[in-house]
């Protein structure tokens, strides 16, 4: 049973334009979430995080949302860029950000077109 | 410049060969973790370790073992590789916590 999920596959941005990433997540437990960003060739690399006590965290151009009651979380790219073109992993871990058990989502590969 | 590194980017093996996927880190750090990826299935955590010759299994630890004698380097191995173990490997390390820095990854293919 997938407790992280990324229900779209893959988006396609306009250079210039918002990129919007979503993930749900199940297990009421989890309370530190987690972006990573991935190129071909290359291992995954940590983008942004957020803890459930806060709705929102943001790092230059990503921000990302968490709406707990909806188990929801987002990722915003504002505005994108063609080097953003990659795919993305929310991850989500129940313990705050001292566990090392982190589920990942399936991942969604964002292109952003020049 | 951090670095994880594993020790080959591709290999193929053959049906019931024993496989080693080594990872070396230069950050000296305590976690380091084994996780495979695949489509559809996102990152699944086969292994990881705390300290020198501690270990927890993942979640999918099956057909795996791995080895940490040394601080900065953690092996997986496939005792004997079966087809359904055709995957992309990675390794990643981290001082608390889960997964902070990746290697570039193995992918492994099974014949």
């Known amino acids: 049973d997938q407790q992280v999920k990324q229900n779209s596959p893959s988006l396609s941005v306009q250079e210039g334009r918002i990129s919007i990433l979503n993930c749900d997540y199940t297990n009421s437990m989890f309370d530190y979430f987690l972006w990573y960003k991935k190129y071909p060739a290359e291992g995954p690399t940590f983008l942004i995080s957020i803890s459930s006590i806060k709705d929102k965290n943001e790092d230059g151009r990503f921000t990302v949302f968490l709406n707990k009651s909806a188990k929801h979380l987002s990722l915003h790219i504002v505005p994108s860029q063609p080097g953003d073109s990659a795919v993305y992993f929310c991850?989500?871990?129940?313990?705050?950000?001292?566990?090392?058990?982190?589920?990942f989502g399936t991942g969604t590969r964002l292109k952003v077109l020049a | 410049d951090v670095k994880v590194t594993q020790s080959s980017r591709y290999l193929v093996k053959r049906t019931g060969e024993k496989v080693f996927l080594e990872c070396v880190q230069d950050?000296?750090?305590?976690?380091m973790f084994w996780y495979r990826q695949d489509p559809g299935l996102g990152l699944r955590l086969i292994y990881f370790?705390?300290?020198?010759?501690?270990?927890e299994k993942g979640d999918i630890p099956e057909g795996y073992s791995v080895s940490r004698e040394k601080k900065e380097r953690f092996s997986l191995i496939l005792e004997s590789a079966s087809t359904n173990q055709t995957s992309m490997y990675l390794c990643?390390?981290?001082?608390?916590?889960?997964?902070?820095?990746f290697g570039p990854g193995t992918r492994l293919t099974v014949l």
């Open positions: 990643a390390s981290s001082l608390t916590g889960g997964p902070g820095f």
């Open positions: 370790s705390y300290d020198v010759k501690m270990k």
């Open positions: 991850a989500a871990s129940a313990g705050t950000s001292g566990t090392y058990k982190y589920i």
């Open positions: 950050m000296d750090h305590e976690n």
